[in-house]
């Protein structure tokens, strides 16, 4: 009796801990009161990123850029602890924003154009040379005029994969594609000092273009196991120490 019930309070020790780790990190910015820690381009004369009360998506407040010519944007982020810090404390997680192009205008041909967005995370305390960060990124797709709003995200199944998951790059100001040696996927992951969102995708040139585009809901979410795992774990454990207390009996 006494094992069937030690079973019993592990079972309820082990799914209280899944269910307190499982949700750490979920959070979204929608810019209905403030910017989150999410950081553009300055303000200088009506040009820069601010928020728009009726911008984003179905009319919600977003996060607008407007920039007569630049390389491209970035959003980053650097203080809120939802999206910088040790990632491999939670098994899988996700990063995805609404992205609205408004123009991206190239002055010398004339015509709209599209830009390609990545997701990288950036450490900026280990393996950087040359004061360059180094990061790992993840190519979201295309965006364009043509597009309206599109939702785009990126998931990390594993936090502690020592090679690069499908679809992730390396990049430390070189055209290194490839992780070098001592240095693992998870090991940058442990330290992310600063998350971005860029139009300006590593390893590629850019002219200037005119920018004016939208991000809203950005966010970043921690898989939460289904409530079927916590039941079957808890069965299993129940299972184990019935099992355990029925040798006693017979012995």
Known sequence: MK????????ATLLVGAFHAGAASRNDTVDFSSGTGGWVGLPQVDGQGSSIEANGGVGGSAGFRTLNVETWGLNWTNSTNPA??????QDHS????????????????????????????????EHYAE???????WFDLGSISQADGWQHLS???ADTNSSALPAGWSYYDGTDATTLPQGVSFSSLLKG????????????NFYDYRYFD??????????????PAT?????????????????????G
């Open 93 to 124: 997680v996700t990063f995805s924003l609404d992205i609205k192009v408004n123009n991206i205008f190239s002055i010398e041909d004339g015509i709209e154009v599209p830009r390609h967005l990545m997701v990288e995370l950036r450490d900026y």
């Open 3 to 10: 094992t069937l019930l030690s079973a019993s309070i592990a």
């Open 213 to 226: 585009v939208t991000v809203d809901n950005i966010g970043v979410t921690t898989a939460v196991p289904e």
């Open 83 to 88: 999206f910088i810090g040790d990632f491999t």
């Open 192 to 203: 992310v000092d600063e998350i971005a969102f860029s139009t300006i995708v590593n390893g």
């Open 154 to 156: 990126a998931t990390i």
């Open 230 to 250: 916590y039941a079957t774990l808890a069965a299993g454990l129940l299972v184990v120490g019935l099992m355990r207390a029925r040798r006693r009996k017979n």
């Open 130 to 136: 040359n004061g360059i960060w180094t990061s790992v």
